[in-house]
Protein backbone atom coordinates (compact mmCIF):
# COMPACT_ATOMS: atom_id res chain seq x y z
CA UNK A 1 0.00 0.00 0.00
CA UNK A 2 2.33 2.68 -1.11
CA UNK A 3 -0.04 5.61 -0.44
CA UNK A 4 -1.25 4.59 2.87
CA UNK A 5 -5.24 4.34 2.17
CA UNK A 6 -7.31 5.40 4.95
CA UNK A 7 -10.97 5.57 5.34
CA UNK A 8 -12.72 8.43 7.72
CA UNK A 9 -16.70 9.72 8.39
CA UNK A 10 -17.71 6.56 6.82
CA UNK A 11 -21.38 6.68 6.51
CA UNK A 12 -24.56 4.25 5.55
CA UNK A 13 -24.10 5.30 1.90
CA UNK A 14 -20.67 7.44 1.63
CA UNK A 15 -17.53 7.23 3.10
CA UNK A 16 -14.27 9.74 2.70
CA UNK A 17 -11.13 8.42 1.39
CA UNK A 18 -7.45 9.55 2.23
CA UNK A 19 -4.15 9.07 1.13
CA UNK A 20 -0.56 10.27 0.98
CA UNK A 21 0.86 12.21 -1.57
CA UNK A 22 2.97 10.57 -4.74
CA UNK A 23 6.29 11.87 -5.65
CA UNK A 24 5.65 13.55 -9.34
CA UNK A 25 1.77 13.25 -9.21
CA UNK A 26 -0.73 16.46 -9.99
CA UNK A 27 -3.62 14.38 -9.63
CA UNK A 28 -4.95 10.90 -8.79
CA UNK A 29 -7.23 8.16 -10.05
CA UNK A 30 -9.27 6.30 -7.74
CA UNK A 31 -11.28 3.14 -8.91
CA UNK A 32 -13.33 1.33 -6.42
CA UNK A 33 -16.04 -1.49 -6.42
CA UNK A 34 -18.28 -3.95 -4.26
CA UNK A 35 -15.71 -6.40 -2.71
CA UNK A 36 -17.43 -9.47 -3.62
CA UNK A 37 -17.14 -8.12 -7.12
CA UNK A 38 -14.77 -7.82 -9.66
CA UNK A 39 -12.62 -4.91 -10.50
CA UNK A 40 -13.27 -4.90 -13.89
CA UNK A 41 -16.44 -3.66 -12.68
CA UNK A 42 -14.60 -0.57 -10.93
CA UNK A 43 -16.06 2.81 -11.32
CA UNK A 44 -13.34 5.62 -11.35
CA UNK A 45 -12.99 9.11 -10.71
CA UNK A 46 -10.00 11.60 -10.43
CA UNK A 47 -8.97 14.48 -8.35
CA UNK A 48 -6.07 16.49 -8.11
CA UNK A 49 -6.79 16.51 -3.82
CA UNK A 50 -5.13 13.51 -1.40
CA UNK A 51 -8.46 12.89 -0.47
CA UNK A 52 -12.11 12.39 -1.83
CA UNK A 53 -15.80 11.22 -0.76
CA UNK A 54 -17.40 8.69 -2.10
CA UNK A 55 -21.28 8.55 -2.26
CA UNK A 56 -23.83 6.86 -3.64
CA UNK A 57 -23.24 3.95 -2.03
CA UNK A 58 -24.66 0.61 -1.46
CA UNK A 59 -25.58 -0.19 2.68
CA UNK A 60 -23.76 -2.88 4.69
CA UNK A 61 -21.40 -3.41 1.90
CA UNK A 62 -17.72 -3.77 1.99
CA UNK A 63 -15.71 -1.89 -0.92
CA UNK A 64 -12.24 -2.57 -2.84
CA UNK A 65 -9.79 0.79 -3.55
CA UNK A 66 -7.28 2.12 -5.60
CA UNK A 67 -5.62 4.83 -6.14
CA UNK A 68 -3.60 5.71 -8.84
CA UNK A 69 -0.94 8.80 -9.35
CA UNK A 70 -1.22 10.76 -12.13
CA UNK A 71 0.25 13.45 -14.41
CA UNK A 72 -1.85 16.11 -16.02
CA UNK A 73 -0.35 17.84 -18.99
CA UNK A 74 -1.68 21.49 -19.81
CA UNK A 75 -3.59 19.60 -22.78
CA UNK A 76 -5.46 17.69 -20.74
CA UNK A 77 -3.65 14.28 -21.17
CA UNK A 78 -3.68 12.14 -18.28
CA UNK A 79 -0.75 9.38 -17.27
CA UNK A 80 -1.13 6.60 -14.86
CA UNK A 81 2.47 4.60 -14.90
CA UNK A 82 1.16 1.50 -13.23
CA UNK A 83 3.99 1.29 -10.65
CA UNK A 84 2.19 3.64 -9.13
CA UNK A 85 -0.67 1.75 -8.23
CA UNK A 86 -1.82 1.31 -4.75
CA UNK A 87 -4.82 -0.54 -3.44
CA UNK A 88 -6.77 -1.42 -0.14
CA UNK A 89 -9.58 -4.20 0.36
CA UNK A 90 -12.90 -4.21 2.50
CA UNK A 91 -13.13 -0.80 3.74
CA UNK A 92 -16.74 -0.75 5.54
CA UNK A 93 -20.05 1.73 5.68
CA UNK A 94 -21.54 2.48 8.96
CA UNK A 95 -23.89 -0.15 9.64
CA UNK A 96 -27.89 0.61 9.23
CA UNK A 97 -30.39 1.13 11.91
CA UNK A 98 -31.16 -2.50 13.46
CA UNK A 99 -35.01 -3.43 12.78
CA UNK A 100 -37.62 -6.44 14.00
CA UNK A 101 -36.10 -6.44 17.38
CA UNK A 102 -38.75 -9.06 19.13
CA UNK A 103 -38.78 -10.25 22.71
CA UNK A 104 -39.41 -13.77 22.33
CA UNK A 105 -39.00 -15.04 25.73
CA UNK A 106 -39.05 -14.76 29.32
CA UNK A 107 -38.88 -16.74 32.44
CA UNK A 108 -38.80 -16.06 35.93
CA UNK A 109 -36.60 -18.32 38.74
CA UNK A 110 -36.62 -17.14 42.34
CA UNK A 111 -33.68 -14.81 41.84
CA UNK A 112 -33.26 -13.88 38.23
CA UNK A 113 -34.68 -14.08 34.64
CA UNK A 114 -34.24 -15.36 31.41
CA UNK A 115 -34.95 -13.44 28.66
CA UNK A 116 -34.35 -13.99 24.62
CA UNK A 117 -34.37 -11.43 21.82
CA UNK A 118 -34.14 -11.76 18.07
CA UNK A 119 -33.55 -9.44 14.95
CA UNK A 120 -32.91 -8.73 11.47
CA UNK A 121 -29.24 -8.69 11.08
CA UNK A 122 -26.95 -6.28 9.94
CA UNK A 123 -24.62 -7.97 6.39
CA UNK A 124 -21.11 -7.02 7.42
CA UNK A 125 -21.76 -5.95 10.89
CA UNK A 126 -18.79 -7.03 13.55
CA UNK A 127 -21.33 -7.27 15.65
CA UNK A 128 -24.01 -6.09 18.00
CA UNK A 129 -24.65 -3.88 21.42
CA UNK A 130 -28.01 -3.95 23.13
CA UNK A 131 -28.90 -2.36 26.08
CA UNK A 132 -32.23 -2.98 28.39
CA UNK A 133 -33.77 -0.10 30.79
CA UNK A 134 -35.99 -0.30 33.70
CA UNK A 135 -39.36 2.12 33.56
CA UNK A 136 -37.75 4.80 35.02
CA UNK A 137 -35.29 4.71 32.46
CA UNK A 138 -32.18 3.70 34.49
CA UNK A 139 -29.76 1.51 31.95
CA UNK A 140 -29.67 -2.24 33.73
CA UNK A 141 -27.86 -3.98 31.05
CA UNK A 142 -25.34 -3.32 28.28
CA UNK A 143 -23.68 -5.81 26.51
CA UNK A 144 -22.63 -7.04 23.47
CA UNK A 145 -22.70 -10.43 20.79
CA UNK A 146 -21.17 -11.47 18.06
CA UNK A 147 -21.52 -10.93 14.39
CA UNK A 148 -23.21 -13.97 13.26
CA UNK A 149 -25.81 -13.74 15.92
CA UNK A 150 -29.20 -12.92 14.74
CA UNK A 151 -30.43 -12.66 18.50
CA UNK A 152 -29.32 -13.55 22.08
CA UNK A 153 -30.60 -14.69 25.50
CA UNK A 154 -29.74 -13.27 28.78
CA UNK A 155 -29.91 -13.88 32.18
CA UNK A 156 -29.93 -11.39 34.74
CA UNK A 157 -30.78 -10.83 38.56
CA UNK A 158 -31.81 -7.13 37.46
CA UNK A 159 -34.87 -8.48 35.89
CA UNK A 160 -37.72 -9.57 37.64
CA UNK A 161 -41.77 -10.36 36.67
CA UNK A 162 -44.06 -7.53 37.15
CA UNK A 163 -42.33 -5.22 35.56
CA UNK A 164 -41.71 -3.65 32.31
CA UNK A 165 -38.49 -3.08 30.61
CA UNK A 166 -36.92 -1.08 27.12
CA UNK A 167 -34.33 -2.43 24.84
CA UNK A 168 -32.10 -1.03 22.00
CA UNK A 169 -30.27 -3.10 19.94
CA UNK A 170 -27.32 -1.48 17.38
CA UNK A 171 -24.68 -2.45 15.28
CA UNK A 172 -21.12 -1.68 14.60
CA UNK A 173 -18.08 -2.45 12.28
CA UNK A 174 -14.67 -2.16 12.65
CA UNK A 175 -12.37 -0.13 10.37
CA UNK A 176 -9.37 1.16 9.52
CA UNK A 177 -7.02 -1.73 11.64
CA UNK A 178 -10.20 -2.92 13.35
CA UNK A 179 -9.75 -1.18 16.83
CA UNK A 180 -12.30 0.26 19.10
CA UNK A 181 -10.93 3.43 18.69
CA UNK A 182 -12.21 3.02 15.18
CA UNK A 183 -15.31 1.30 16.18
CA UNK A 184 -18.47 2.77 14.19
CA UNK A 185 -22.14 1.97 15.44
CA UNK A 186 -25.16 2.22 13.67
CA UNK A 187 -28.61 3.79 14.96
CA UNK A 188 -29.95 2.15 17.73
CA UNK A 189 -33.17 0.34 17.34
CA UNK A 190 -36.82 1.54 17.79
CA UNK A 191 -37.26 1.23 21.53
CA UNK A 192 -38.96 -2.24 21.93
CA UNK A 193 -40.53 -2.93 25.63
CA UNK A 194 -40.98 -6.72 27.34
CA UNK A 195 -41.84 -8.12 30.46
CA UNK A 196 -43.25 -11.02 32.57
CA UNK A 197 -46.54 -9.71 33.78
CA UNK A 198 -49.05 -11.40 36.19
CA UNK A 199 -51.84 -13.16 34.38
CA UNK A 200 -54.44 -12.15 36.56
CA UNK A 201 -53.64 -8.00 38.17
CA UNK A 202 -54.22 -7.63 42.14
CA UNK A 203 -57.94 -6.46 42.15
CA UNK A 204 -60.08 -5.18 45.49
CA UNK A 205 -63.53 -4.14 45.29
CA UNK A 206 -65.59 -1.94 47.43
CA UNK A 207 -68.96 -0.96 47.33
CA UNK A 208 -70.33 2.49 48.45
CA UNK A 209 -72.96 4.99 47.85
CA UNK A 210 -74.35 3.05 44.71
CA UNK A 211 -70.85 2.89 43.11
CA UNK A 212 -68.72 -0.32 42.98
CA UNK A 213 -65.01 1.13 43.54
CA UNK A 214 -62.36 -0.94 41.96
CA UNK A 215 -58.05 -0.53 43.09
CA UNK A 216 -55.62 -2.96 41.80
CA UNK A 217 -51.99 -3.02 42.26
CA UNK A 218 -49.57 -0.61 39.79
CA UNK A 219 -47.39 -2.15 37.20
CA UNK A 220 -44.23 -0.32 37.54
CA UNK A 221 -43.62 0.89 33.54
CA UNK A 222 -47.10 0.52 32.47
CA UNK A 223 -48.95 3.58 30.19
CA UNK A 224 -52.53 2.57 30.60
CA UNK A 225 -55.30 0.39 32.01
CA UNK A 226 -58.26 -1.18 30.66
CA UNK A 227 -60.93 -2.06 32.53
CA UNK A 228 -63.50 -4.66 31.44
CA UNK A 229 -66.73 -5.74 33.41
CA UNK A 230 -69.21 -8.35 33.35
CA UNK A 231 -72.51 -9.74 35.34
CA UNK A 232 -71.47 -13.11 34.51
CA UNK A 233 -68.30 -13.65 36.72
CA UNK A 234 -66.57 -15.92 33.99
CA UNK A 235 -67.64 -14.61 30.69
CA UNK A 236 -69.07 -12.05 28.24
CA UNK A 237 -66.78 -9.04 29.53
CA UNK A 238 -66.77 -6.00 27.91
CA UNK A 239 -64.48 -3.15 28.34
CA UNK A 240 -65.64 -0.29 30.58
CA UNK A 241 -62.88 1.94 30.27
CA UNK A 242 -59.05 3.05 30.08
CA UNK A 243 -57.44 5.38 32.59
CA UNK A 244 -53.88 6.14 32.37
CA UNK A 245 -50.71 4.29 33.92
CA UNK A 246 -50.72 6.20 36.85
CA UNK A 247 -54.42 5.22 37.60
CA UNK A 248 -54.49 2.51 40.79
CA UNK A 249 -58.27 2.94 41.56
CA UNK A 250 -61.59 3.88 39.70
CA UNK A 251 -65.06 4.16 40.11
CA UNK A 252 -67.66 2.37 38.52
CA UNK A 253 -71.32 3.48 38.14
CA UNK A 254 -74.11 0.22 38.62
Not at 154 to 182: C, F, H, M
Not at 216 to 225: D, E, L, R
Request: charged share 20%; with cysteine; glycine share 8%.
Amino acid sequence: DKAGITESDPETTSMTINWSAMAGANCYKIGYWESADSSSNAKTVTTDSTSIQLTNLEQNTKYNIYVDACRKSREGYLAAPSSAHSEKDDLILKPTKVTGVTNTYFSMSTTKANASFTYDGITNASGYQYKIYNSKGQKILDRKVSSSSTGFRTTDSSLRSNQIYSIKVRAYVYYNGGNNENKLYGDSSTTRYFGKLPNNTQVSLANSGGKLKVNWKKVPGATKYKIYVSTKGSSGYKKYATVSGTSKTLNLKL
